[in-house]
């Protein structure tokens, strides 16, 4: 039997958000298997470690069983490499994200030639939606119930004031 293709979809996810949601759903249609992995980056200061953000994205993608979530530290061509990955996944919103994914995408693949980005698109409900939004209008009293999973609402409610 032929290998499993290997996709991974790198992020911070700090939270997940539903467009997060809504591109691993896509993936999960087109790839064999989808790794969601999530950057260990001491250097950043984030609102959810990594182990509460793992457990909002496992709950969230339950229903999906080609779909696994992880973690890396260092560079993502190497975690890929272990991995036996030969995607990254990236979504793109607007013209915006480009230019930051392109210089990622191609450093990436100078890094590693073998390893290709597919880019999608998620929804256009979606487009204007982000995890530092998400954070800014929740920290503001505003409702986010409609922006991201219902264990991200509440492990916010958890949290409190932020
Ligand atoms: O959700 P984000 O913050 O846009 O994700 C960015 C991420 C995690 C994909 C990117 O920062 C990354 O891959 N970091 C790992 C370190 C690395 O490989 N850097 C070189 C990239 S060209």
């Not at 290997?6 to 759903?25: A, C, Q």
């Not at 999906?64 to 919103?93: C, E, H, T």
């Not at 256009?124 to 939606?129: K, N």
Request: glycine share 8%; charged share 25%.
């Amino acid at each position: 039997m032929a290998r499993a293709h290997v996709t991974l979809y790198p992020g911070s996810f700090d939270p997940p958000t539903n467009g997060h949601l809504d591109l691993i759903e896509r993936g999960a249609k087109l790839f064999d298997r989808l790794i969601v992995a999530i950057l260990r980056n001491e250097g950043k200061t984030s609102l959810f470690s990594v182990e509460e953000r793992m457990e909002m994205l496992r709950e969230s993608v339950k229903h999906l069983a080609n779909v696994s979530v992880d973690s890396f530290d260092g560079l993502l061509v190497r975690y890929a490499s272990d991995q036996g990955a030969r995607v990254i996944l990236r979504g793109i919103r607007a013209v915006s994200d480009y230019e930051f994914e392109l210089q990622m995408a191609l450093m990436n693949r100078k890094l590693e030639p073998g390893l290709e980005t597919v880019f999608m698109l998620p929804g256009e409900a979606y487009s204007y939606l982000s995890s530092r939004l998400v954070k800014e209008i929740y920290r503001l009293g505003g409702d986010v119930g409609h922006l991201v999973p219902a264990v991200v609402v509440d492990r916010l409610k958890a949290k409190g004031s932020i």
